[in-house]
């Protein structure tokens, strides 16, 4: 079955450092890949999406980029900012398979960014 | 902007209880989808609903159940709380097949004592 692993958490560093956030799939077709956000007390919302190989999502200054050949998708930014501690998912939709509707997420990554 | 709203933040409950949490989204999504989120391990899908009166089983179902009334709503229901039920729930919903993502409600955290 389509399965996700992200990289363990908890994540501490200092603002306008560079963020990894490592995620790695497996899916039996072709799936879009999606990082959401949680931020403290809040839903998850969504962050960036791409949804085929060498596909780049881009939003807030995060990016990720669909890369078929290591079937990864990994988080960046270059600079934080205290306001990016947040939980991070990665997750994935496998349109190839009867339930085209169902996400399968990541555990999760704590992000905190000290002042 | 989508908007999707669940009846309570907070919910404390006794074991045997029944507990109904409910979910409403104002964007005409066809899809709707109850998780639980525990530390550890991440989201899980209960239950999901691709239409009115539909619905189909999540990773997860034991002791849960669904309803789906009206296209805008979509309960979920504890028959008999228990207290590994004690979790944050999640509502969220999708357009039928536009770019898969799902708009998600801030959550409830029901406590079952």
């Known amino acids: 079955g389509d399965s996700v692993t992200q990289m363990e958490g908890p994540v501490t560093l200092s603002e306008e450092a560079f963020l990894t956030i490592n995620c790695t799939y497996t899916?039996?077709?072709?799936?879009?890949l999606f990082w959401y956000v949680q931020y403290p007390g809040e839903g998850l919302q969504l962050l960036l999406k791409a949804t085929k190989a060498d596909d780049k999502g881009s939003n807030k200054g995060f990016e990720a980029t669909y890369r078929k050949e290591t079937t990864s998708f990994h988080l960046e930014k270059g600079s934080v900012q205290v306001s990016d501690s947040a939980v991070y998912f990665c997750?994935?939709?496998?349109?190839?398979?009867?339930?085209?509707?169902?996400?399968?997420f990541g555990k999760g990554t704590l992000l905190t960014v000290n002042p | 902007d989508v908007k999707v709203t669940q009846s309570s933040r907070y919910l404390v409950k006794r074991t045997g209880e029944k507990v109904f949490l409910e979910c409403v989204q104002d964007m005409d999504h066809e899809n709707m989808f109850w998780y639980r989120q525990d530390p550890g391990l991440g989201l899980r899908l209960i239950y999901f609903s691709y239409d009115v009166k539909m619905k189909e089983k999540g990773d997860i179902p034991e002791g849960y159940s669904v309803s789906r009334e009206k296209k805008e709503r979509f309960s979920l229901i504890l028959e008999s709380a228990s207290t590994n039920q004690t979790s944050m729930y999640l509502c969220a919903s999708s357009y039928e097949r536009s770019t898969d993502t799902q708009y998600f409600g801030p959550g409830t955290r029901l406590t079952v004592l």
């Open positions: 899916a039996t077709g072709y799936p879009s």
């Open positions: 997750a994935l939709s496998d349109r190839s398979g009867g339930s085209n509707y169902k996400l399968t």
